[in-house]
Nanobody
Framework: QVRLVESGGGLVQAGGSLRLSCAAS????????MAWYRQAPGKQRDLVAG???????NYADSVKGRFTISRDNSKNTVYLQMNSLKPEDTAVYYC???????????????????WGQGTQVTVSS
């Protein structure tokens, strides 16, 4: 059992900044890839940024140069720093993680994907 909890969303004016956090808890042996997705009303959920366990990152073209994904493995937490926000960034942002469950000594079966509940980001013009 793994839970992902996002925080940091809110209302901000265009050009402003927000930092999202996502903390994982539960029977975590190791977390592999972590990512942020977003979904605007009436649209599909799209990948915003991803980060591997070795800290390699990738970004959607629409956010390159503006957003930065990072992680703190000691806290099982992934962050998304969002700068120079635009109205088109308005969406519900979801955290995703590939998690191998288990104890500190033994792992369970292979990794499975988990989703957070989402946090609303609204950028006004």
């Amino acid at each position: 059992q793994v839970r992902l909890v996002e925080s940091g969303g809110g209302l901000v004016q265009a050009g402003g900044s927000l930092r999202l956090s996502c903390a994982a808890s539960g029977r975590i042996f190791v977390i592999n890839n972590m990512a942020w997705y977003r979904q605007a009303p009436g649209k599909q959920r799209d990948l915003v940024a991803g980060i591997t366990s070795s800290y390699s990152t990738n970004y959607a073209d629409s956010v390159k140069g503006r957003f930065t994904i990072s992680r703190d493995n000691s806290k099982n937490t992934v962050y998304l720093q969002m700068n120079s926000l635009k109205p088109e960034d308005t969406a519900v942002y979801y955290c995703n993680a590939a998690v191998v469950t288990g104890s500190s000594i033994h792992s369970d079966d292979g990794p499975r994907g988990y989703w957070g509940q989402g946090t609303q980001v609204t950028v006004s013009s």
